[in-house]
């Protein structure tokens, strides 16, 4: 029964997602911006939400016990990250492996990918730091979430004013097929366009928290703690949607849109919940919190350097996806 669930939601996530995409294409293309703030911003920010309702349900509206509350928190809040900078960048290129070849090239507008892996990098350095920082010396604390917070907002300026001259350069946002709602003769206009993009974002969202509740009716069948199963399976779940429309568009060569849908979500994964975190948990570093963040930071820096060398190819990130791996290996031992 279990098992029927979360494939019932499984397929729910996939067809939101599909719905959400199309509808976000439409959108970028009305409002003629770029697709590295469609991809970093919109897209990310946007399917980032059912993995970012999950820590904080945990933490403000958890369960009577509140070390169970903070170890689900903190869990969700770092496995997020690791998901995407590790498995999910794997799963995407794997999609186009056999098409592309393990030599293929992988060929996102590189200005914008430096830029969302720059800041990242910086501030999941700060909230690594930050767990080294003792609670009672909550002012230290409390700056260091600033810090991250100012991060993304930042972030979200610079990625907006590079947009126009990116358009000039071809890299606009343009939606290859028509509105899903446009086929059942409904105008493709402003009214459909953010309809459609609603709906599929509600789909989204009780897709994701239907399957996380089928995962966490089968936890105990697995003998996992909390902390670790928030690490490891809450993400999986959660981080479905920005895999289905990183893969959705790498296979129609929009890498741009595929890279920018998980690196902005790490961005905003990467400073504003830790920031919560930082603030409202115990945010240690127990073994499994600090195998995460350190294997976390290493496949973006790995990814950051092979940007920066121009080379970037489909087998490169098979090294993100043995990462994960290394990181099931450490966490599970």
Do not use: C
Request: aromatic residues 8%; without cysteine; proline residues 5%.
């Amino acid at each position: 029964m279990i098992a029927l669930e979360l494939f019932f939601f499984l397929i729910v996530i996939l067809v939101a997602a599909e719905v959400f995409v199309n509808a976000l294409e439409h959108l970028g293309e009305r409002l003629g911006i770029s697709e590295g703030v469609t991809g970093s911003i919109f897209a990310a920010v946007g399917t980032a939400l059912p993995e970012t309702i999950v820590p904080l349900l945990a933490i403000f509206a958890g369960t009577q016990n509140q070390q169970l509350n903070e170890e689900i928190g903190v869990g969700a809040i770092l496995g997020a990250p690791l998901m995407l900078s590790t498995l999910s960048l794997f799963l995407m290129t794997l999609a186009v492996w056999k098409k592309r070849g393990a030599q293929g090239h992988l060929s996102p507008e590189r200005t914008g990918l430096k830029r969302d892996l720059d800041f990242f990098l910086g501030a999941f350095a700060v909230a690594a730091v930050a767990l080294f920082v003792p609670h009672d010396n909550p002012a230290v604390r409390a700056m260091l979430a600033v810090v991250m917070v100012l991060t993304y907002f930042f972030y979200v300026m610079l990625t907006l004013k590079a947009s126009a001259a990116l358009v000039k350069d071809g890299h606009a946002t343009e939606a290859e097929d028509p509105m899903f709602l446009a086929r059942l003769g409904l105008p493709t206009n402003w009214p459909t366009i953010l309809f459609q993009l609603l709906a599929g974002l509600v789909l989204l969202v009780v897709g994701a928290k239907g399957f996380i509740h089928g995962i966490e009716q089968a936890a105990p069948l697995l003998g996992i703690s909390a902390l670790v199963l928030s690490l490891m399976i809450v993400p999986v779940a959660t981080e479905l949607p920005e895999k289905v429309n990183s893969i959705l568009w790498i296979r129609k060569h929009k890498d741009t849109l595929a890279f920018g849908n998980i690196t902005g979500a790490m961005v905003f994964q990467g400073t504003l919940l830790p920031a919560i975190g930082v603030l409202l948990t115990p945010w240690a570093p127990v073994k499994e919190v600090l195998a995460g963040v350190v294997i976390t930071l290493v496949a973006a820096a790995w990814l950051r350097f092979m940007v920066q060398r121009g080379q970037l190819r489909v087998w490169h990130l098979a090294v993100n996806g043995a990462l994960y791996v290394t990181y099931l290996s450490v966490a599970l031992s």
